[in-house]
């Protein structure tokens, strides 16, 4: 396996569940990915969200890929660490991706309600069944810096 197959995967599963630490409880929520290539995996949110607060205090960050077929699934976990985008190309490529963002009154790439960032570097590793029990035996697959 290498980073090219956490790519794909993520791409054909694109909802993850992302954990995050607000203070010393964990947090976690389901996440839409933007997209992922081989710089990491890319997501947006809204300034006013405890998500974003959780990720400024504390920028690290797993997430949780899974594909339920075939059966009994397969799951890519990635950790790493976050880094917050203020880039307008990528802000007004979002705001075209991502159209349900005007109904949220995001109308320009400028708008400090958008906020955009992705997971650069850290180690993924894929998990099935077959791995129960081993899971310390798992290839990890590092990526980014």
Not at 2 to 31: M, S
Not at 73 to 100: C, H, M, N, Q
Request: one cysteine or more; charged letters at 25%; glycine letters at 8%.
């Amino acid at each position: 396996m290498n980073f090219q197959d956490c790519i794909k995967f993520a791409k054909e599963n694109p909802v993850c569940y992302v954990a995050t630490a607000d203070g010393d409880q964990p947090r976690i929520r389901p996440l839409g990915l933007w997209f992922a290539d081989e710089k990491g995996f890319y997501f947006q949110t809204e300034s006013v969200k405890a998500i974003y607060r959780q990720l400024k205090s504390n920028p690290r960050i797993e997430l949780c890929f899974f594909a339920a077929a075939p059966p009994p699934g397969k799951v890519l976990r990635v950790a790493g660490k976050i880094e917050f985008l203020d880039d307008l190309a990528l802000k007004s490529k979002v705001l075209t991706d991502r159209p349900f963002l005007k109904g949220l009154g995001i109308n320009e790439p400028g708008d400090p309600l958008l906020v955009l960032f992705h997971v650069g570097c850290g180690e993924a590793y894929f998990w099935t069944m077959a791995d129960n029990m081993k899971e310390s035996q798992i290839e990890r697959i590092k990526f980014g810096a």
